[in-house]
């Protein structure tokens, strides 16, 4: 069983920058919204936890398409 270090070594740096784009989608979007996401996810607003979770998911989607 051969290890092929060439596609471990992609599928690392695309993971890599798929975080990266996340997070600096994220925070553009921090920029854009005039609502504290912080401030709401401190004081355990279950709905600022789900707008935060369906953000990430839906740019996840778009990030893995664009990559592939």
């Known amino acids: 069983m051969l290890i092929n270090w060439g596609e471990i070594l992609n599928t690392i740096i695309y993971a890599g920058v798929g975080v990266i784009l996340m997070l600096v989608s994220m925070y553009l979007f921090d920029l854009i919204m ?27 989607i778009i990030i893995r398409t664009v990559i592939i």
């Open 34 to 60: 005039p609502y504290d996401f912080n401030k709401e996810l401190k004081e355990k607003n279950v709905g600022a936890g789900f707008i935060i979770a369906g953000i990430f998911i839906a740019i996840a």
